[in-house]
């Protein structure tokens, strides 16, 4: 089943602008990550945040992890046209066969124009 | 570039055809992992490797046979594929497997085009 989804599927953005895009996830995580994909390439890994993290930082990049109400926003701050892309969180599935195994949503897709 | 690289990019085979998808990853890592991604449907795990052993198969039909001959590389043996297969394929490594905790970062190849005729 599906873990983590993300809100919104798409958003579109002038250049400069910020970016948020959120995930919500059903079962308990020890933590959770996001990846960007460019269109016709793989998944990039961009950032871990644990569950006793609530805040996260790398670059221009901002997450945060609220785990009682189970969701995590990815901000992106001053985007650029580079920026354009997917982005998906990832959980793991901690219980049954699946166990250990990395969950992604459908990703959000922003667009972000010059 | 990740380290994990993919061939071929794009392929295009009838449903009759066998072939044979390619990962090679260059940075010492311990488990692998093909994924499918479908437009407009989560990305889906098909199988994984830890240590050149298969510990996931997530009930995908035998006409998708993969192979780990070492730690470096994985394939995944394709024979009387569907229409539906057609989806870009993608594999991934991490330093070990995720585990329980999910602390193992991924890394992705850019994957094969997959189309079926």
């Known amino acids: 089943s599906q873990q983590g989804e993300e809100d919104p599927q798409a958003l579109s953005i002038q250049e400069g602008e910020n970016a948020t895009m959120n995930c919500s996830y059903k079962?308990?995580?020890?933590?959770l990550q996001w990846y960007r994909q460019n269109s016709g390439r793989g998944l990039v890994h961009l950032i871990l945040?644990?569950?006793?993290?609530r805040e996260k930082h790398s670059g221009r990049l901002r997450v945060t992890l609220d785990t009682s109400k189970k969701s995590s926003s990815l901000l992106i701050t001053a985007s650029r046209a580079a920026d354009t892309a997917s982005y998906f969180c990832?959980?793991?599935?901690?219980?049954?066969?699946?166990?250990?195994?990395?969950?992604f949503g459908k990703g959000t897709k922003l667009s972000v124009k010059p | 570039e990740t380290g994990v690289t993919q061939t071929p990019r794009h392929l295009v085979m009838g449903m009759t055809n066998k072939k044979s998808l390619k990962c090679e990853q260059h940075?010492?890592?311990?488990?692998m992992y093909w994924y499918k991604q479908s437009a407009k449907k989560p990305l889906e795990l098909m199988f994984v490797?830890?240590?050149?052993?298969?510990?996931e198969n997530n009930s995908v039909p035998s006409r998708f046979s993969p192979e780990c001959p070492n730690s470096s590389h994985l394939f995944l043996h394709l024979h009387t594929l569907q229409p539906e297969d057609s989806a870009l394929y993608l594999c991934?490594?991490?330093?070990?497997?995720?585990?329980?905790?999910?602390?193992?970062?991924?890394?992705f190849g850019d994957g094969t085009r997959l189309s079926i005729l």
């Open positions: 991934a490594s991490s330093q070990d497997r995720t585990g329980s905790l999910g602390n193992q970062p991924q890394h």
């Open positions: 079962t308990s995580i020890n933590n």
């Open positions: 945040i644990r569950s006793n993290e």
């Open positions: 990832a959980t793991v599935a901690g219980y049954g066969g699946s166990q250990g195994n990395l969950i």
């Open positions: 940075l010492g890592h311990n488990a």
């Open positions: 490797y830890s240590l050149e052993e298969r510990v």
